[in-house]
Protein backbone atom coordinates (compact mmCIF):
# COMPACT_ATOMS: atom_id res chain seq x y z
CA UNK A 1 0.00 0.00 0.00
CA UNK A 2 0.94 3.27 -0.97
CA UNK A 3 0.01 6.70 0.96
CA UNK A 4 0.05 10.02 -0.89
CA UNK A 5 0.04 13.19 0.55
CA UNK A 6 -0.94 16.56 -1.32
CA UNK A 7 0.21 19.54 -0.41
CA UNK A 8 0.40 21.20 -3.67
CA UNK A 9 -2.11 23.33 -3.91
CA UNK A 10 -1.65 27.57 -3.80
CA UNK A 11 -3.98 29.06 -0.88
CA UNK A 12 -3.71 32.17 -2.16
CA UNK A 13 -6.73 33.61 0.20
CA UNK A 14 -5.61 32.61 3.38
CA UNK A 15 -2.08 33.05 2.78
CA UNK A 16 -2.85 36.79 1.13
CA UNK A 17 -4.76 37.10 4.99
CA UNK A 18 -2.22 36.37 6.98
CA UNK A 19 0.03 38.85 5.16
CA UNK A 20 -1.57 41.31 5.55
CA UNK A 21 -3.07 40.68 8.61
CA UNK A 22 -2.92 44.35 10.47
CA UNK A 23 -2.00 43.65 13.73
CA UNK A 24 0.77 41.90 13.07
CA UNK A 25 -0.24 38.31 15.56
CA UNK A 26 0.63 36.54 12.19
CA UNK A 27 3.44 38.01 10.92
CA UNK A 28 5.56 35.03 11.73
CA UNK A 29 3.10 32.92 9.36
CA UNK A 30 3.82 35.06 6.35
CA UNK A 31 4.67 32.69 3.67
CA UNK A 32 4.30 29.44 5.38
CA UNK A 33 2.34 26.61 3.41
CA UNK A 34 -0.88 25.76 4.30
CA UNK A 35 0.26 22.32 5.87
CA UNK A 36 2.80 23.73 7.76
CA UNK A 37 0.58 26.20 9.49
CA UNK A 38 -0.20 24.94 13.31
CA UNK A 39 -3.26 22.50 13.90
CA UNK A 40 -4.79 21.18 17.13
CA UNK A 41 -2.35 20.83 19.80
CA UNK A 42 0.18 23.07 18.43
CA UNK A 43 1.18 20.70 15.54
CA UNK A 44 1.53 21.52 12.36
CA UNK A 45 -1.06 19.87 10.16
CA UNK A 46 0.96 17.97 8.39
CA UNK A 47 3.20 16.82 11.82
CA UNK A 48 -0.44 15.27 12.59
CA UNK A 49 -1.24 13.36 8.92
CA UNK A 50 2.99 12.62 8.94
CA UNK A 51 2.54 11.09 12.81
CA UNK A 52 -0.65 8.99 11.48
CA UNK A 53 1.03 7.07 8.49
CA UNK A 54 4.13 6.88 9.89
CA UNK A 55 3.97 3.40 10.02
CA UNK A 56 6.43 0.60 7.41
CA UNK A 57 3.66 -1.79 8.42
CA UNK A 58 1.14 -0.58 6.49
CA UNK A 59 2.47 1.47 4.00
CA UNK A 60 5.73 0.62 1.78
CA UNK A 61 6.75 4.51 0.73
CA UNK A 62 4.79 7.72 1.81
CA UNK A 63 5.04 10.45 -1.07
CA UNK A 64 4.08 14.37 -0.41
CA UNK A 65 3.43 15.78 -3.41
CA UNK A 66 4.00 19.93 -3.52
CA UNK A 67 4.42 22.74 -5.68
CA UNK A 68 7.91 24.24 -7.51
CA UNK A 69 6.56 27.61 -5.27
CA UNK A 70 7.02 26.20 -1.27
CA UNK A 71 8.81 23.04 -2.41
CA UNK A 72 12.07 24.15 0.05
CA UNK A 73 9.39 24.37 2.88
CA UNK A 74 8.27 21.15 2.96
CA UNK A 75 12.04 19.98 2.17
CA UNK A 76 13.31 21.83 5.52
CA UNK A 77 10.89 20.34 7.17
CA UNK A 78 11.74 16.58 5.76
CA UNK A 79 14.80 16.72 7.05
CA UNK A 80 13.58 17.60 10.30
CA UNK A 81 10.57 15.17 10.88
CA UNK A 82 12.85 12.32 9.21
CA UNK A 83 10.21 12.06 6.28
CA UNK A 84 12.28 10.75 3.61
CA UNK A 85 13.76 13.74 0.69
CA UNK A 86 13.89 11.67 -2.08
CA UNK A 87 9.90 11.13 -1.50
CA UNK A 88 8.88 14.65 -2.08
CA UNK A 89 7.76 15.48 -5.89
CA UNK A 90 7.94 18.50 -7.40
CA UNK A 91 4.72 19.31 -9.76
CA UNK A 92 6.47 22.65 -11.36
CA UNK A 93 3.56 24.96 -10.18
CA UNK A 94 4.18 28.14 -8.71
CA UNK A 95 0.92 30.18 -8.78
CA UNK A 96 -2.56 28.96 -9.15
CA UNK A 97 -2.83 29.66 -12.32
CA UNK A 98 0.02 27.23 -13.45
CA UNK A 99 -1.38 24.30 -10.72
CA UNK A 100 -2.20 21.05 -12.65
CA UNK A 101 -4.85 20.32 -9.86
CA UNK A 102 -4.88 17.19 -7.57
CA UNK A 103 -5.83 14.48 -10.27
CA UNK A 104 -2.98 15.64 -12.16
CA UNK A 105 -0.59 15.27 -9.33
CA UNK A 106 -1.58 11.87 -8.10
CA UNK A 107 -1.43 11.15 -11.56
CA UNK A 108 2.42 12.18 -11.56
CA UNK A 109 3.40 10.20 -8.65
CA UNK A 110 1.97 7.18 -10.22
CA UNK A 111 3.67 7.32 -13.15
CA UNK A 112 7.00 9.13 -11.87
CA UNK A 113 7.41 6.22 -9.32
CA UNK A 114 6.06 3.39 -11.81
CA UNK A 115 4.59 1.22 -8.69
CA UNK A 116 1.66 -1.13 -9.03
CA UNK A 117 -0.11 -0.82 -5.66
CA UNK A 118 -3.05 0.04 -3.99
CA UNK A 119 -3.21 4.10 -2.73
CA UNK A 120 -4.18 5.92 0.01
CA UNK A 121 -4.49 9.73 -0.94
CA UNK A 122 -4.91 12.02 2.12
CA UNK A 123 -5.14 16.11 1.67
CA UNK A 124 -2.03 17.58 4.47
CA UNK A 125 -2.96 20.49 4.70
CA UNK A 126 -6.58 19.38 6.15
CA UNK A 127 -7.50 19.86 9.86
CA UNK A 128 -8.47 16.60 11.96
CA UNK A 129 -10.89 17.35 14.62
CA UNK A 130 -10.12 14.14 16.21
CA UNK A 131 -6.30 13.14 16.88
CA UNK A 132 -6.63 9.91 17.72
CA UNK A 133 -8.74 8.06 14.77
CA UNK A 134 -6.86 4.56 13.87
CA UNK A 135 -5.56 4.67 9.93
CA UNK A 136 -5.24 0.96 10.51
CA UNK A 137 -8.54 0.49 10.70
CA UNK A 138 -9.43 2.43 7.73
CA UNK A 139 -7.24 -0.11 5.70
CA UNK A 140 -8.57 -2.89 7.58
CA UNK A 141 -11.89 -2.04 5.91
CA UNK A 142 -10.74 -0.93 2.45
CA UNK A 143 -8.99 -4.84 1.94
CA UNK A 144 -11.89 -6.41 3.61
CA UNK A 145 -14.39 -4.58 0.95
CA UNK A 146 -12.38 -5.30 -2.00
CA UNK A 147 -13.57 -1.99 -3.72
CA UNK A 148 -12.90 2.19 -4.33
CA UNK A 149 -13.32 3.69 -0.58
CA UNK A 150 -14.20 7.56 0.04
CA UNK A 151 -14.20 8.92 3.64
CA UNK A 152 -17.29 10.77 4.86
CA UNK A 153 -18.41 12.22 8.22
CA UNK A 154 -22.14 13.78 9.36
CA UNK A 155 -21.85 17.52 9.36
CA UNK A 156 -22.18 19.62 11.82
CA UNK A 157 -24.55 22.58 11.78
CA UNK A 158 -23.20 25.43 10.25
CA UNK A 159 -21.21 23.70 7.76
CA UNK A 160 -22.36 24.15 4.06
CA UNK A 161 -22.67 21.78 0.83
CA UNK A 162 -21.30 24.06 -1.35
CA UNK A 163 -17.49 23.60 0.41
CA UNK A 164 -17.72 20.26 0.20
CA UNK A 165 -18.19 16.99 -1.66
CA UNK A 166 -21.56 15.34 -0.45
CA UNK A 167 -22.19 11.91 -0.90
CA UNK A 168 -25.47 9.96 -1.01
CA UNK A 169 -24.95 6.29 0.39
CA UNK A 170 -27.41 3.44 0.19
CA UNK A 171 -26.95 0.62 2.48
CA UNK A 172 -25.82 -3.15 1.17
CA UNK A 173 -26.86 -6.02 3.66
CA UNK A 174 -25.91 -9.04 4.83
CA UNK A 175 -27.13 -11.22 8.29
CA UNK A 176 -25.00 -12.76 10.36
CA UNK A 177 -28.11 -13.93 12.98
CA UNK A 178 -30.40 -12.09 14.14
CA UNK A 179 -27.75 -8.83 13.14
CA UNK A 180 -28.31 -7.77 9.39
CA UNK A 181 -25.11 -5.66 8.53
CA UNK A 182 -25.18 -2.70 6.23
CA UNK A 183 -22.09 -1.60 3.73
CA UNK A 184 -22.48 1.71 2.79
CA UNK A 185 -22.16 1.68 -1.28
CA UNK A 186 -22.05 5.46 -2.38
CA UNK A 187 -24.28 6.13 -5.13
CA UNK A 188 -24.65 9.45 -5.87
CA UNK A 189 -21.32 11.85 -5.18
CA UNK A 190 -22.23 15.70 -5.44
CA UNK A 191 -18.88 18.26 -5.71
CA UNK A 192 -20.05 21.40 -3.75
CA UNK A 193 -23.65 21.17 -4.72
CA UNK A 194 -26.15 23.57 -3.29
CA UNK A 195 -28.35 23.19 -0.80
CA UNK A 196 -31.17 22.33 -2.83
CA UNK A 197 -29.34 19.15 -4.62
CA UNK A 198 -29.34 17.00 -1.96
CA UNK A 199 -30.16 16.19 1.36
CA UNK A 200 -27.07 14.82 2.25
CA UNK A 201 -25.03 15.84 5.15
CA UNK A 202 -22.48 13.39 4.90
CA UNK A 203 -19.66 15.54 3.86
CA UNK A 204 -16.60 13.54 1.71
CA UNK A 205 -12.97 15.04 2.28
CA UNK A 206 -9.64 14.40 0.29
CA UNK A 207 -9.32 10.81 1.90
CA UNK A 208 -9.39 7.63 -0.31
CA UNK A 209 -8.23 4.18 -1.15
CA UNK A 210 -7.94 3.23 -4.41
CA UNK A 211 -7.51 -0.16 -5.93
CA UNK A 212 -3.92 -0.36 -8.32
CA UNK A 213 -6.52 -1.22 -11.42
CA UNK A 214 -7.98 1.79 -10.69
CA UNK A 215 -5.47 4.63 -10.76
CA UNK A 216 -5.28 3.66 -14.82
CA UNK A 217 -8.59 5.61 -15.27
CA UNK A 218 -6.69 9.17 -13.59
CA UNK A 219 -5.37 9.28 -17.78
CA UNK A 220 -8.25 8.81 -19.34
CA UNK A 221 -9.97 11.02 -17.34
CA UNK A 222 -7.70 13.91 -17.60
CA UNK A 223 -7.43 13.73 -21.31
CA UNK A 224 -11.39 14.18 -21.22
CA UNK A 225 -11.50 17.27 -18.61
CA UNK A 226 -8.06 19.70 -19.52
CA UNK A 227 -9.33 22.91 -17.28
CA UNK A 228 -7.32 22.82 -13.99
CA UNK A 229 -10.92 23.62 -12.41
CA UNK A 230 -12.25 20.08 -13.20
CA UNK A 231 -9.01 18.72 -11.96
CA UNK A 232 -10.18 18.53 -8.43
CA UNK A 233 -10.29 14.83 -6.62
CA UNK A 234 -13.92 15.90 -5.88
CA UNK A 235 -15.02 16.67 -9.14
CA UNK A 236 -12.71 13.00 -10.33
CA UNK A 237 -14.80 10.87 -7.78
CA UNK A 238 -17.95 12.59 -9.15
CA UNK A 239 -16.80 11.12 -12.86
CA UNK A 240 -16.10 8.05 -10.96
CA UNK A 241 -19.54 7.14 -9.45
CA UNK A 242 -21.60 9.37 -11.45
CA UNK A 243 -20.46 8.80 -14.56
CA UNK A 244 -17.74 5.74 -14.49
CA UNK A 245 -19.86 3.31 -12.46
CA UNK A 246 -17.20 2.49 -10.18
CA UNK A 247 -18.33 1.07 -7.14
CA UNK A 248 -16.96 3.23 -4.29
CA UNK A 249 -17.79 2.00 -0.61
CA UNK A 250 -18.38 5.03 1.74
CA UNK A 251 -16.46 4.70 5.24
CA UNK A 252 -17.56 6.88 8.06
CA UNK A 253 -14.95 8.77 10.74
CA UNK A 254 -17.10 9.90 13.83
CA UNK A 255 -14.87 12.96 13.19
CA UNK A 256 -14.66 16.40 11.59
CA UNK A 257 -12.53 17.49 8.81
CA UNK A 258 -11.56 20.81 7.22
CA UNK A 259 -9.39 22.33 4.30
CA UNK A 260 -7.54 25.35 5.37
CA UNK A 261 -6.74 25.95 1.67
CA UNK A 262 -10.87 26.40 1.18
CA UNK A 263 -11.26 29.35 4.35
CA UNK A 264 -9.93 32.80 5.07
CA UNK A 265 -8.15 33.72 8.49
CA UNK A 266 -11.16 34.04 10.27
CA UNK A 267 -12.61 30.82 9.45
CA UNK A 268 -8.92 29.33 9.69
CA UNK A 269 -9.17 30.74 13.11
CA UNK A 270 -12.54 29.34 14.02
CA UNK A 271 -12.32 26.20 12.97
CA UNK A 272 -8.74 25.39 14.77
CA UNK A 273 -10.65 27.05 18.12
CA UNK A 274 -13.29 24.51 17.71
CA UNK A 275 -11.06 21.41 16.61
CA UNK A 276 -8.99 22.09 19.82
CA UNK A 277 -11.97 23.08 22.27
CA UNK A 278 -13.59 19.50 21.53
CA UNK A 279 -10.39 17.83 22.30
CA UNK A 280 -9.71 19.79 25.84
CA UNK A 281 -13.39 19.11 26.34
CA UNK A 282 -13.30 15.21 25.99
CA UNK A 283 -10.82 14.40 28.72
CA UNK A 284 -11.17 12.61 31.64
CA UNK A 285 -15.04 12.89 30.95
CA UNK A 286 -17.15 10.41 32.67
CA UNK A 287 -20.11 9.27 30.44
CA UNK A 288 -22.87 7.44 32.81
CA UNK A 289 -25.85 5.88 30.58
CA UNK A 290 -28.73 3.85 32.17
CA UNK A 291 -31.22 0.95 30.63
CA UNK A 292 -34.02 0.07 32.45
CA UNK A 293 -35.69 -3.13 33.39
CA UNK A 294 -39.04 -4.31 31.39
CA UNK A 295 -42.16 -6.07 31.86
CA UNK A 296 -43.91 -7.85 29.45
CA UNK A 297 -47.57 -7.03 28.87
CA UNK A 298 -48.95 -9.44 26.73
CA UNK A 299 -47.66 -12.09 23.87
CA UNK A 300 -43.95 -13.16 25.25
CA UNK A 301 -42.57 -15.69 24.64
CA UNK A 302 -43.60 -15.59 21.22
CA UNK A 303 -41.01 -13.12 20.30
CA UNK A 304 -38.50 -16.06 19.12
CA UNK A 305 -41.20 -17.40 17.16
CA UNK A 306 -42.61 -14.55 14.58
CA UNK A 307 -45.37 -13.85 17.53
CA UNK A 308 -46.61 -9.98 18.68
CA UNK A 309 -45.80 -8.62 21.77
CA UNK A 310 -46.20 -5.64 24.55
CA UNK A 311 -43.85 -5.10 26.73
CA UNK A 312 -42.63 -1.67 28.92
CA UNK A 313 -39.96 -0.38 30.71
CA UNK A 314 -40.27 0.40 34.50
CA UNK A 315 -38.48 2.78 36.44
CA UNK A 316 -38.46 0.17 39.51
CA UNK A 317 -35.40 -1.17 38.38
CA UNK A 318 -32.24 -0.21 36.30
CA UNK A 319 -28.80 -0.82 35.21
CA UNK A 320 -25.82 1.75 34.68
CA UNK A 321 -22.75 1.93 33.17
CA UNK A 322 -20.11 4.65 33.22
CA UNK A 323 -17.37 4.58 30.69
CA UNK A 324 -14.42 7.63 31.00
CA UNK A 325 -10.92 7.62 29.13
CA UNK A 326 -8.07 5.64 30.39
CA UNK A 327 -4.78 4.61 29.32
CA UNK A 328 -5.74 0.94 28.70
CA UNK A 329 -9.42 -0.43 28.43
CA UNK A 330 -10.23 -1.88 31.60
CA UNK A 331 -13.38 -3.60 33.09
CA UNK A 332 -14.23 -3.54 36.54
CA UNK A 333 -15.98 -6.30 38.37
CA UNK A 334 -18.77 -5.44 40.59
CA UNK A 335 -18.24 -6.18 44.49
CA UNK A 336 -22.09 -7.58 44.70
CA UNK A 337 -22.60 -9.32 41.35
CA UNK A 338 -18.97 -10.43 40.06
CA UNK A 339 -17.08 -11.34 43.34
CA UNK A 340 -14.04 -12.92 43.90
CA UNK A 341 -13.33 -13.04 47.72
CA UNK A 342 -15.74 -14.33 50.05
CA UNK A 343 -16.45 -14.85 54.26
CA UNK A 344 -15.98 -18.90 54.12
CA UNK A 345 -16.06 -21.67 51.46
CA UNK A 346 -19.63 -21.89 53.42
CA UNK A 347 -20.52 -17.95 52.02
CA UNK A 348 -18.78 -18.90 48.75
CA UNK A 349 -21.40 -21.95 48.19
CA UNK A 350 -24.29 -20.38 49.38
CA UNK A 351 -23.53 -17.06 46.56
CA UNK A 352 -23.24 -19.33 44.11
CA UNK A 353 -26.02 -21.71 44.28
CA UNK A 354 -28.56 -18.16 44.87
CA UNK A 355 -26.49 -16.19 42.13
CA UNK A 356 -24.70 -18.87 39.92
CA UNK A 357 -21.49 -18.08 38.11
CA UNK A 358 -21.86 -15.62 35.71
CA UNK A 359 -21.76 -12.00 36.74
CA UNK A 360 -21.74 -9.21 34.42
CA UNK A 361 -18.43 -8.42 33.63
CA UNK A 362 -18.90 -10.80 30.81
CA UNK A 363 -22.04 -8.77 29.61
CA UNK A 364 -19.39 -5.45 29.38
CA UNK A 365 -16.83 -7.67 27.80
CA UNK A 366 -19.20 -9.44 25.29
CA UNK A 367 -20.66 -6.16 24.18
CA UNK A 368 -17.03 -3.99 23.80
CA UNK A 369 -15.99 -6.93 21.65
CA UNK A 370 -19.02 -7.16 19.57
CA UNK A 371 -18.71 -3.29 19.06
CA UNK A 372 -15.62 -3.59 17.75
CA UNK A 373 -16.35 -6.26 15.41
CA UNK A 374 -19.67 -4.25 14.16
CA UNK A 375 -18.08 -1.14 13.56
CA UNK A 376 -14.81 -2.62 11.62
CA UNK A 377 -17.49 -4.58 10.10
CA UNK A 378 -19.88 -1.42 9.21
CA UNK A 379 -17.02 1.19 7.93
CA UNK A 380 -16.82 3.20 11.06
CA UNK A 381 -13.17 3.87 12.08
CA UNK A 382 -12.97 4.28 15.77
CA UNK A 383 -10.93 6.57 17.73
CA UNK A 384 -7.54 4.94 19.09
CA UNK A 385 -8.97 6.01 22.76
CA UNK A 386 -8.57 3.62 25.23
CA UNK A 387 -11.38 3.32 28.49
CA UNK A 388 -12.57 2.28 31.64
CA UNK A 389 -16.19 0.69 32.37
CA UNK A 390 -17.81 0.06 35.31
CA UNK A 391 -21.46 -0.87 36.07
CA UNK A 392 -24.20 -1.14 38.73
CA UNK A 393 -27.51 -2.52 38.24
CA UNK A 394 -30.37 -2.98 41.46
CA UNK A 395 -32.87 -5.30 39.07
CA UNK A 396 -32.98 -8.97 40.76
CA UNK A 397 -31.36 -11.86 38.95
CA UNK A 398 -32.95 -14.36 37.55
CA UNK A 399 -36.35 -13.44 37.39
CA UNK A 400 -37.17 -12.52 34.34
CA UNK A 401 -36.61 -8.55 34.30
CA UNK A 402 -34.13 -8.48 31.26
CA UNK A 403 -31.33 -7.81 33.97
CA UNK A 404 -28.23 -8.74 31.74
CA UNK A 405 -29.85 -7.08 28.56
CA UNK A 406 -30.29 -4.10 30.36
CA UNK A 407 -26.61 -4.22 31.49
CA UNK A 408 -25.28 -4.64 27.60
CA UNK A 409 -27.84 -1.90 26.48
CA UNK A 410 -26.38 0.47 28.85
CA UNK A 411 -23.10 -0.43 27.51
CA UNK A 412 -23.63 -0.29 24.23
CA UNK A 413 -24.94 3.42 25.02
CA UNK A 414 -21.84 4.35 26.58
CA UNK A 415 -19.63 3.01 24.05
CA UNK A 416 -21.68 4.94 21.07
CA UNK A 417 -21.18 8.18 22.79
CA UNK A 418 -17.51 7.50 23.46
CA UNK A 419 -17.11 7.14 20.35
CA UNK A 420 -19.20 9.73 18.94
CA UNK A 421 -21.58 7.48 16.82
CA UNK A 422 -24.96 8.95 16.17
CA UNK A 423 -27.94 6.97 16.25
CA UNK A 424 -27.78 6.44 12.34
CA UNK A 425 -24.90 4.67 12.58
CA UNK A 426 -26.64 1.80 14.69
CA UNK A 427 -30.23 2.44 14.43
CA UNK A 428 -32.82 1.64 16.85
CA UNK A 429 -34.30 -1.69 15.05
CA UNK A 430 -30.23 -2.46 14.52
CA UNK A 431 -29.71 -1.65 17.91
CA UNK A 432 -31.91 -4.09 19.21
CA UNK A 433 -30.20 -7.01 17.05
CA UNK A 434 -27.09 -6.39 18.43
CA UNK A 435 -27.69 -6.32 22.07
CA UNK A 436 -29.74 -10.18 21.23
CA UNK A 437 -26.42 -10.96 19.27
CA UNK A 438 -24.01 -10.11 22.04
CA UNK A 439 -26.35 -12.39 24.35
CA UNK A 440 -26.99 -15.46 22.18
CA UNK A 441 -24.04 -15.42 19.84
CA UNK A 442 -21.23 -14.48 21.85
CA UNK A 443 -23.06 -15.96 25.83
CA UNK A 444 -25.15 -18.67 24.15
CA UNK A 445 -28.07 -16.82 26.11
CA UNK A 446 -31.49 -17.89 24.95
CA UNK A 447 -33.46 -14.92 24.25
CA UNK A 448 -35.71 -12.91 21.92
CA UNK A 449 -36.03 -9.55 20.31
CA UNK A 450 -38.35 -8.41 22.72
CA UNK A 451 -36.26 -6.99 25.91
CA UNK A 452 -33.60 -5.71 24.00
CA UNK A 453 -36.56 -3.38 21.45
CA UNK A 454 -38.37 -2.09 24.63
CA UNK A 455 -34.94 -1.11 26.48
CA UNK A 456 -33.90 0.58 23.39
CA UNK A 457 -37.11 2.46 22.34
CA UNK A 458 -37.97 2.79 26.28
CA UNK A 459 -41.93 3.32 27.08
CA UNK A 460 -44.58 1.36 26.45
CA UNK A 461 -44.00 -1.04 22.83
CA UNK A 462 -45.99 -2.79 20.35
CA UNK A 463 -43.99 -5.13 19.00
CA UNK A 464 -45.15 -7.66 15.74
CA UNK A 465 -42.11 -10.05 14.72
CA UNK A 466 -43.85 -11.32 11.52
CA UNK A 467 -41.63 -14.02 9.40
CA UNK A 468 -42.51 -11.79 6.53
CA UNK A 469 -40.91 -8.31 8.11
CA UNK A 470 -38.33 -10.54 9.62
CA UNK A 471 -37.22 -12.46 6.31
CA UNK A 472 -37.21 -8.84 4.85
CA UNK A 473 -35.50 -6.42 6.70
CA UNK A 474 -34.36 -8.21 9.49
CA UNK A 475 -35.70 -6.62 12.03
CA UNK A 476 -39.94 -6.37 13.24
CA UNK A 477 -42.52 -3.09 13.27
CA UNK A 478 -42.41 -1.04 16.82
CA UNK A 479 -44.85 1.17 17.66
CA UNK A 480 -44.61 3.29 20.93
CA UNK A 481 -47.69 3.51 22.45
CA UNK A 482 -49.08 6.19 24.43
CA UNK A 483 -47.93 5.20 27.97
CA UNK A 484 -50.64 7.25 30.10
CA UNK A 485 -52.53 4.18 28.74
CA UNK A 486 -50.86 1.75 30.71
CA UNK A 487 -52.95 0.67 34.10
CA UNK A 488 -51.79 0.49 37.52
CA UNK A 489 -49.76 -2.82 37.58
CA UNK A 490 -48.41 -4.64 40.44
CA UNK A 491 -45.16 -6.98 40.24
CA UNK A 492 -43.83 -9.46 42.44
CA UNK A 493 -40.79 -11.61 42.35
CA UNK A 494 -39.14 -14.32 44.24
CA UNK A 495 -36.47 -13.55 47.23
CA UNK A 496 -34.91 -16.70 46.19
CA UNK A 497 -35.17 -17.63 42.41
CA UNK A 498 -33.78 -21.32 42.10
CA UNK A 499 -36.87 -22.37 41.67
CA UNK A 500 -37.93 -20.19 38.62
CA UNK A 501 -38.35 -23.29 36.28
CA UNK A 502 -36.53 -23.65 32.94
CA UNK A 503 -39.61 -21.41 31.20
CA UNK A 504 -37.79 -22.42 27.67
CA UNK A 505 -37.56 -26.36 27.62
CA UNK A 506 -37.90 -27.74 24.74
CA UNK A 507 -40.41 -25.92 23.09
CA UNK A 508 -38.09 -24.06 20.22
CA UNK A 509 -37.63 -27.82 18.96
CA UNK A 510 -41.14 -28.41 18.90
CA UNK A 511 -41.82 -25.47 17.12
CA UNK A 512 -38.73 -25.88 14.65
CA UNK A 513 -40.33 -29.58 13.91
CA UNK A 514 -43.71 -27.99 13.27
CA UNK A 515 -45.64 -29.35 16.00
CA UNK A 516 -48.87 -27.96 15.44
CA UNK A 517 -50.18 -27.18 18.77
CA UNK A 518 -46.91 -25.10 19.33
CA UNK A 519 -46.89 -23.66 16.41
CA UNK A 520 -50.85 -22.84 16.74
CA UNK A 521 -50.00 -21.52 20.42
CA UNK A 522 -47.50 -19.02 18.87
CA UNK A 523 -50.45 -17.47 16.32
CA UNK A 524 -52.36 -16.64 19.07
CA UNK A 525 -50.03 -15.01 21.45
CA UNK A 526 -50.27 -12.57 18.67
CA UNK A 527 -53.86 -12.48 18.39
CA UNK A 528 -54.24 -11.89 21.78
CA UNK A 529 -51.63 -9.06 21.65
CA UNK A 530 -53.53 -7.35 19.08
CA UNK A 531 -56.67 -7.42 21.06
CA UNK A 532 -54.45 -6.42 24.32
CA UNK A 533 -53.46 -3.00 22.05
CA UNK A 534 -56.75 -2.36 21.66
CA UNK A 535 -57.78 -3.05 25.03
CA UNK A 536 -55.33 -0.45 26.68
CA UNK A 537 -55.91 2.04 23.69
CA UNK A 538 -59.73 2.41 24.54
CA UNK A 539 -58.45 1.59 28.63
CA UNK A 540 -60.62 -1.28 28.56
CA UNK A 541 -58.91 -2.93 31.77
CA UNK A 542 -61.93 -5.63 32.58
CA UNK A 543 -60.78 -7.00 28.58
CA UNK A 544 -57.15 -6.37 29.27
CA UNK A 545 -57.63 -8.66 32.72
CA UNK A 546 -58.83 -11.38 30.74
CA UNK A 547 -56.22 -11.47 27.87
CA UNK A 548 -53.24 -11.70 30.56
CA UNK A 549 -55.26 -14.82 31.91
CA UNK A 550 -55.65 -16.38 28.74
CA UNK A 551 -51.50 -15.29 28.17
CA UNK A 552 -50.74 -17.61 30.78
CA UNK A 553 -53.42 -20.39 30.60
CA UNK A 554 -51.89 -20.66 26.77
CA UNK A 555 -48.18 -20.51 27.86
CA UNK A 556 -48.65 -23.29 30.74
CA UNK A 557 -50.20 -25.56 28.18
CA UNK A 558 -47.44 -25.36 25.84
CA UNK A 559 -44.66 -25.29 28.57
CA UNK A 560 -45.99 -27.41 31.39
CA UNK A 561 -46.06 -27.04 35.08
CA UNK A 562 -43.12 -28.98 35.12
CA UNK A 563 -41.35 -26.16 33.10
CA UNK A 564 -42.90 -23.47 34.56
CA UNK A 565 -41.88 -24.24 37.98
CA UNK A 566 -43.84 -24.50 41.66
CA UNK A 567 -42.56 -21.20 42.90
CA UNK A 568 -44.04 -19.32 39.39
CA UNK A 569 -47.32 -21.25 39.78
CA UNK A 570 -47.70 -20.55 43.68
CA UNK A 571 -47.21 -16.88 42.91
CA UNK A 572 -50.69 -17.00 39.92
CA UNK A 573 -52.26 -18.77 42.28
CA UNK A 574 -51.80 -16.61 44.78
CA UNK A 575 -52.69 -13.22 42.74
CA UNK A 576 -55.49 -14.77 41.25
CA UNK A 577 -56.90 -15.67 44.95
CA UNK A 578 -57.59 -12.03 45.07
CA UNK A 579 -59.39 -11.51 41.70
CA UNK A 580 -56.36 -10.68 40.02
CA UNK A 581 -55.14 -11.35 36.62
CA UNK A 582 -51.64 -12.78 36.44
CA UNK A 583 -49.09 -13.63 33.95
CA UNK A 584 -45.36 -13.96 33.84
CA UNK A 585 -43.86 -10.69 32.34
CA UNK A 586 -40.60 -12.70 31.03
CA UNK A 587 -38.49 -16.04 31.53
CA UNK A 588 -39.52 -16.73 35.03
CA UNK A 589 -39.20 -16.06 38.70
CA UNK A 590 -41.63 -12.94 38.50
CA UNK A 591 -45.14 -12.27 37.76
CA UNK A 592 -47.21 -8.97 37.11
CA UNK A 593 -50.65 -8.73 38.01
CA UNK A 594 -53.59 -6.40 37.41
CA UNK A 595 -56.00 -6.13 40.19
CA UNK A 596 -59.10 -4.19 39.27
CA UNK A 597 -60.30 -4.13 43.04
CA UNK A 598 -58.70 -1.59 45.15
CA UNK A 599 -59.67 -3.28 48.37
CA UNK A 600 -58.47 -6.56 47.08
CA UNK A 601 -55.02 -5.36 46.21
CA UNK A 602 -54.18 -4.18 49.82
CA UNK A 603 -54.76 -7.60 50.76
CA UNK A 604 -52.95 -9.52 47.95
CA UNK A 605 -49.79 -7.54 48.79
CA UNK A 606 -49.70 -8.87 52.11
CA UNK A 607 -50.56 -12.19 51.24
CA UNK A 608 -47.52 -11.90 49.18
CA UNK A 609 -45.29 -10.54 51.96
CA UNK A 610 -46.57 -13.12 53.98
CA UNK A 611 -45.59 -15.57 51.59
CA UNK A 612 -42.34 -14.48 51.39
CA UNK A 613 -41.81 -12.78 47.48
CA UNK A 614 -41.01 -9.23 47.36
CA UNK A 615 -43.96 -7.23 45.69
CA UNK A 616 -44.35 -3.74 44.49
CA UNK A 617 -46.17 -1.07 42.34
CA UNK A 618 -45.39 -0.76 38.68
CA UNK A 619 -43.36 2.53 38.16
CA UNK A 620 -43.89 2.87 34.40
CA UNK A 621 -40.65 4.37 32.54
CA UNK A 622 -41.44 6.67 28.86
CA UNK A 623 -38.32 8.83 27.41
Not at 479 to 488: K, L, Q, V
Amino acid sequence: MICVLLVAGHGTLLESEIKNEATGLYSHLVGIPKALLPGIGGKKILDFWWEVVNMRQLFNEVYLVTNADKYKYYERWATASDFPVENIINDGSTTSRTQLGAVADLELVVRSKRFNDDVMVVAGDMLCEDLNFDIAEVLKFFKFKKGELAIYYEMEEGERTESRGIVEVCPSTHSSGYLRLFSFRITKFYEKPSADVTESRLASVVFYCFQSKTLLTLGEYLKHYPLVEDRGLGKYMEWLINKARITVFGMKLPTGFQLIGQVDLSEYKKWLARYSSKQHGSAAKSITCRSYARVGIMGNPSDGFYGKTIAMTISNFWADVTICESKKVVLIPHPLNDPTEFGSLQDLHGISRKEGYLGGLRLLQATCKKFYQFCSEQGIALAKRNFTLKYDTNIPRQVGLAGSSAIVSATLKCLMKFYDLIDDDLPKPIRANFILNVETEELVITAGLQDRVVQVYEGLVYMDFSKELMEKQGYGSYITMDISSSPHFWLAYMRDPSDSGKIHSNVRQQWLNGDSDVVAAMKTFAELTDLAKVAMESRNWHDLSELMNKNFELRRSIYTDACLGQGNLKMVQLGRKFGSAVKLPGSGGAVIGLCLDSDNLVELKKAFQEAGFVICDVVPYGP
